[in-house]
């Protein structure tokens, strides 16, 4: 990840669960079974240039996975 996520992350949405979800075939691959969900998430993050944003952030998880490859949507928020 070229971020860290420095607050909790709010206003937490499913945007595609079970079969809505396009990379399942390979998540379960990589980390296992599990009902995998797309989400997304407004939280503050910390870039490689020590500049701390708000940022939309999208992430994969699943039940007894835990949440798993991060993303950052731009805009920025801020």
Not at 26 to 55: D, E, N, T
């Amino acid at each position: 990840m070229d971020f860290e996520i420095v607050s909790d992350i709010t206003d937490v949405e499913t945007i595609a669960a079970g079969t809505g979800v396009r990379d399942r075939a390979r998540l379960r691959k990589q980390y296992g079974r599990g009902r995998w969900r797309k989400m997304k998430g407004v939280a503050r993050v910390r870039l490689l240039s020590s500049r701390v944003r708000l940022a939309e952030v999208h992430w994969y998880e699943a039940h007894g996975v835990g949440k798993r490859e991060f993303k950052l949507k731009l805009p920025f928020l801020d």
